[in-house]
């Protein structure tokens, strides 16, 4: 065996991405606790040793939000040798792991989540949404799997539409929708010719109701329905 064959784990990390009330594109973020200091990171693990990396992954969305069932796309692979060479992600990853790990790599997921679900994490202590441009320095290279994140959603919407709705609410306005794609596509669409062609997409059915107790124009609420996009097949917005 050549002596530079490398001897390494592997485990997932997971990228949530959710939608909040004042229409921005947020993520969720743990903590994790290193001596006296706390620091917030993705959610991720190493793979055990009788599982899949998909299964792996499917673990940490249940451990971190309690829901069974989620959205879940891998995206790509971080082994960069250096990535986990930071004293203090070393130090942290002998507290987690009760062994030393000298080099580590990791298979980045992407998820969605309506941010109205309750998250209930059976692992995190600390579990939070935060805003994608307020997003602080994270250890090893979480940042850079974040924005690698983002230019896959952006290829996810392009071939598959409906996955925009995962992140609305189950009622919205067109002016939800719009803010929503805007952030993902960062295309700029004129809002009136956005509403046009919203209005012509038979799977985007209008309700018999309207925002209450807003400061502005009170706007018709909206609903998906998934049954009438499979049949059409209708890709992205163009």
Same mark, same amino acid.
């Given at each position: ?108 997921? =992407? $998820?969605?989540?309506? *941010? +109205?679900? #309750?998250?209930?994490?059976? @692992? ?59 952030? =993902? $596509?960062?295309?700029? *669409? +004129?809002? #009136?010719?956005?509403?046009? @062609? ?41």
């Amino acid at each position: 065996m050549s002596p530079n064959f490398i001897h390494t784990y592997v485990s997932v990390d997971c990228v949530v991405f959710g939608f909040d009330h004042e229409n921005r594109l947020n993520i969720l973020l743990v903590e994790r606790h290193l001596d006296e200091e706390r620091q917030i990171k993705l959610p991720g693990s190493l793979i055990f040793s009788d599982e899949d990396v998909d299964d792996a992954a499917e673990r940490v969305l249940h451990e971190l939000t309690g829901i069974k069932k989620m959205v879940l796309k891998q995206f790509k692979c971080f082994a960069d040798p250096m990535r986990a060479n930071n004293e203090n992600d070393i130090k942290w990853m002998g507290m987690e792991y009760k062994h030393h790990i000298d080099r580590i790599i990791t298979v980045a997921y =992407l $998820s969605l989540c309506k *941010i +109205d679900h #309750k998250i209930n994490s059976t @692992k995190y202590a600390t579990v939070d949404w935060f805003p994608i441009d307020e997003v602080p320095s994270l250890p090893f290279d979480h940042n850079k799997i974040i924005n690698e994140s983002l230019v896959e959603i952006r290829k996810w919407i392009e071939l598959d539409f409906s996955i925009i709705f995962e992140l609305l609410p189950k009622k919205f306005t067109i002016r939800q929708l719009y803010q929503l794609y805007s952030a =993902l $596509s960062e295309k700029y *669409i +004129d809002i #009136k010719n956005f509403h046009k @062609k919203i209005s012509s997409f038979n799977y985007i059915i209008p309700l018999d109701e309207i925002e209450k107790n807003v400061s502005h124009r009170a706007a018709r609420y909206y609903k998906f329905d998934a049954k009438i996009f499979k049949k059409n097949n209708t890709k992205l917005i163009k």
